[in-house]
C-alpha cells in the first residue's frame, strides 16, 4: 500500500513540474516584453503636504545662502543658491514654523520662531522662539514657549541683542503670550510691548530701513472654534513707535469700531521710505458668508449655487484681500 501511495506521488511530480517550468517560461517572456514607461507614480500620501513657504531670508554678504521657513516642515538651508537643500532644524520638537531672521550684523546668528501665522484648523502651532549662532548647526530655545503662533521677528541692525517678536497667540484658546515682545539681551528676558491678554495678538511688525526706532506693527483680533472663525474685531489696527516699540502712536482699541477689518500684514518700501501697504479684508454687510461648490453631476442637472444673503447686522464678513497704500509714512490710506 505505501509503494503505491509513493509510487502515484512520484507520478504527479513528474506531469507538474514541466507544466510549472513552462508558465515560469511564459512569465519571463511577458515580463520582458512589458512597457514599464506606461507606469506613472503617484502620490498617495500623506494628505497634509510640507509647503506653505513662510519666510525666506538671504545671508546678506553670500548670496547663496538662503534659509527658508516651512509652515509644516521646519528649516531648510541652501548654500547654493537653491541647487540643493538640507534640513536644519529636524532634531527639534516644532515642526510648524512662522517666521525666521538672520541677524544682519552677525550673519551666523539666525532666529526662528515657530508656530504658522494662518489661522486654519489644519494649522500647527510651536513651542517658542529659537537662536543659532553657528548657522543653523544648533539651536537654543530663548523662550516665549506660550506664544504658540509666531508671525514676524526684527534683529535690530546695529546692536545684535535687540530683537523684536510679533506674535499672534493660541489660535484655539484665549491667552497666552500674545502681542509684539522685545529682548535687549539676545533673548534672555522678554518684555511684551503691544496686544492684550485675550484674543488681540501682533500679526507683522516693520522697521524703517532709516531708523531702525521707527516701527509699524499690526494687531490682529482672531477666535477660532470647531464650527466657526471669527477674525478682525476692536483689536485689529495700525500702530506706530518712534522710540524701539517703548510707546505707540495710533487709537487705541478702545475708540476702534467693533467691524474693524483683519490685518494680514504690511510691507515698506525701502527706496520710499513713506510708502508702505497694508493687506486687509475689506468687510460687507452683503459678502457671500461661505463659499459654494457644485458637484460636476449635480451642475449638470440644473443645480446652481444659492443666491447670497445678507448677513446678519451684528457681524461682518470678508470677500476677498484688499491692499491699502499710504505714501505719508501712515496720516492717509
Excluded at 513662510?54 to 541652501?78: F, L, M, Q
Excluded at 482672531?222 to 483689536?235: F, K, L, S
Amino acid at each position: 500500500m505505501d509503494k503505491n501511495v509513493s509510487l502515484i506521488v512520484l507520478l504527479l511530480t513528474a506531469l507538474a513540474v514541466p507544466g510549472a517550468a513552462l508558465t515560469a517560461q511564459e512569465t519571463d517572456s511577458r515580463l520582458g516584453t512589458t512597457d514599464y514607461e506606461a507606469l506613472a507614480f503617484r502620490n498617495i500620501g500623506p494628505a497634509i503636504n510640507g509647503g506653505r513657504i513662510a519666510d525666506i531670508d538671504i545671508h546678506p554678504e553670500n548670496r547663496s545662502v538662503w534659509y527658508v521657513a516651512v509652515g509644516s516642515g521646519g528649516v531648510w538651508k541652501t548654500e547654493n543658491a537653491g541647487t540643493t537643500w538640507r534640513p536644519i532644524f529636524d532634531d527639534q520638537p516644532s515642526y510648524s514654523i512662522g517666521s525666521l531672521a538672520i541677524d544682519p550684523s552677525e550673519p551666523s546668528t539666525v532666529w526662528v520662531g515657530t508656530g504658522e501665522d494662518v489661522g486654519g484648523r489644519h494649522v500647527g502651532y510651536g513651542d517658542g522662539v529659537y537662536k543659532s549662532t553657528d548657522g543653523g548647526q544648533t539651536w537654543q530655545n530663548k523662550g516665549l514657549g506660550n506664544t504658540e503662533h509666531i508671525s514676524t521677528m526684527v534683529v535690530h541692525p546695529e546692536n545684535s541683542d535687540v530683537v523684536w517678536v510679533s506674535a499672534q497667540g493660541p489660535l484655539w484658546t484665549p491667552g497666552g503670550e500674545r502681542g509684539l515682545y522685545k529682548t535687549a539681551d539676545g533673548g534672555e528676558t522678554w518684555r511684551k510691548l503691544l496686544g492684550d491678554d485675550e484674543w488681540t495678538g501682533v500679526t507683522d511688525i516693520v522697521m524703517d530701513p532709516r531708523d531702525p526706532d521707527v516701527l509699524y506693527a499690526a494687531t490682529w483680533q482672531r477666535h477660532r472654534t470647531v464650527a466657526a472663525y471669527m477674525g478682525g474685531g476692536p483689536g485689529s489696527g495700525i500702530h506706530k513707535s518712534t522710540d524701539g516699540g517703548e510707546t505707540w502712536n495710533g487709537p487705541g482699541p478702545s475708540s476702534r469700531p467693533a467691524s474693524r477689518p483683519p490685518i494680514w500684514g504690511r510691507s515698506g518700501s525701502r527706496s520710499r521710505h513713506k510708502i508702505l501697504t497694508l493687506f486687509t479684508r475689506p468687510s460687507s454687510s452683503t459678502a457671500v458668508r461661505a463659499a459654494c461648490t457644485v458637484p460636476r453631476t449635480a451642475a449638470r442637472r440644473g443645480r446652481r449655487c444659492p443666491t447670497p444673503s445678507p448677513a446678519p447686522p451684528d457681524r461682518t464678513t470678508t470677500r476677498s484681500f484688499l491692499p491699502r497704500r499710504t505714501s505719508s509714512g501712515e496720516s492717509t490710506w
